[in-house]
T-cell receptor, first 114, second 113 residues
Framework: AQSVTQLDSQVPVFEEAPVELRCNYS??????LFWYVQYPNQGLQLLLK??????LVKGINGFEAEFNKSQTSFHLRKPSVHISDTAEYFC????????????FGTGTRLKVLA | EAGVAQSPRYKIIEKRQSVAFWCNPI?????LYWYQQILGQGPKLLIQ????????DSQLPKDRFSAERLKGVDSTLKIQPAKLEDSAVYLC???????????FGQGTRLTVV
């Protein structure tokens, strides 16, 4: 079975500062990895995904993430955050074969301060 | 392209009552998911359909929850009878059934009082 751990429940950061949201996963088989963002009272929106190839993937809104197989991590980064990035961020995993069941972490609340 | 549609957006019911949620996935998406998101937690998969067949319902409380996907398109999720701990946001998502990721609706916020 797969699992996702997001150790930081909340991350406060000042506007225009860089941010990293951490995600670690556990799986005995190969996985695909995803980051989603959820704004208040909204559904989840796909930010980016890692399937294969380059371990650095770029997504929407200036976010990027790096896949590290040896550390089983997929941390999300943004070099300069805006107030509008305040939201909940979820890391998710699914296996590379089978039913594509998406397993989510508990989320990290990013709060950007003025 | 239209996204995943869900209704209603909000629902308040008393415990022991029944409630139903409706979902219309993105056109052409064979896979449909229902997730439960309790406040402060990540989404938990309740049931996954591939066309109109159930792929995974291992975390669906079958004594009170039921779901169907008639004709492989729209889906309904029902709770009967509801308990206080069922208060959550119920998210519907759909995908092509590949590695492209799942696309979510806005969810239905259920409050059981």
């Amino acid at each position: 079975a797969q699992s996702v751990t997001q150790l930081d429940s909340q991350v406060p950061v000042f506007e225009e500062a860089p941010v990293e949201l951490r995600c670690n996963y556990s799986s005995s088989v190969s996985v695909y990895l995803f980051w989603y963002v959820q704004y208040p009272n909204q559904g989840l929106q796909l930010l980016l995904k890692y399937l294969s190839g380059s371990t650095l993937v770029k997504g929407i809104n200036g976010f990027e993430a790096e896949f590290n197989k040896s550390q089983t991590s997929f941390h999300l980064r943004k070099p300069s955050v805006h107030i509008s990035d305040t939201a909940e961020y979820f890391c998710a995993v699914t296996t590379t074969s089978g039913t594509y069941k998406y397993i989510f972490g508990t989320g990290t609340r990013l709060k950007v301060l003025a | 392209e239209a996204g995943v549609a869900q209704s209603p957006r909000y629902k308040i019911i008393e415990k022991r009552q029944s409630v139903a949620f409706w979902c219309n996935p993105i056109s052409g998406h064979a896979t449909l998911y229902w997730y439960q998101q309790i406040l402060g937690q990540g989404p938990k998969l309740l049931i996954q359909f591939q066309n109109n067949g159930v792929v995974d319902d291992s975390q669906l409380p079958k004594d009170r929850f039921s779901a169907e996907r008639l004709k492989g398109v729209d889906s309904t999720l029902k709770i009967q009878p509801a308990k206080l701990e069922d208060s959550a946001v119920y998210l519907c998502a759909s995908s092509f059934g590949d590695s492209g990721g799942a696309f979510f609706g806005q969810g239905t916020r259920l409050t059981v009082v």
